[in-house]
């Protein structure tokens, strides 16, 4: 069974940086699609990042300042984030496609395998 365990949540000012940490276990190799998502209190889980073989997509509104990338270990991914904003406040969730498309998807419901999320709190 596949699981993700999310990791480097936490509280930061406006402007700050973080870099969010997910570990995939349960299937070797493990080459999977995999993205980020993030779910604001009292609204729908958005799209962050993604990246499938060697490719990556990003939401408009984190282009330029979030950056996916998988680990030598290919079960690792991570996401840097730089200049957060308040707005980005929320639990950030790791997932993993159930195979490795050609392009990253940028859909939820493309997703099967999830995490518990990890709290990212910006504060002004």
């Known amino acids: 069974q596949v699981r993700l365990e999310e990791s480097g949540g936490g509280s930061v000012q406006a402007g700050a940086s973080l870099r969010l940490s997910c570990v995939g276990s349960?299937?070797?190799?493990?080459?999977?699609?995999m993205g980020w998502f993030r779910q604001i209190p009292g609204k729908e889980r958005e799209f962050v990042a993604s990246?499938?073989?060697?490719?990556?997509a990003y939401a408009e509104v984190v282009k330029g300042r979030f950056t996916i990338s998988r680990g030598s270990a290919r079960n690792w991914v991570y996401l840097q984030m730089n200049s957060l904003q308040p707005e980005e406040t929320a639990v950030y969730y790791c997932?993993?496609?159930?195979?490795?498309?050609?392009?990253?998807?940028?859909?939820?419901?493309?997703?099967?395998?999830w995490g518990q999320g990890t709290q990212v709190t910006v504060s002004s």
């Open positions: 997932a993993a496609d159930s195979v490795s498309p050609p392009y990253p998807s940028v859909h939820l419901g493309d997703y099967r395998h």
């Open positions: 349960g299937r070797s190799p493990f080459n999977y699609g």
């Open positions: 990246i499938s073989n060697g490719r990556t």
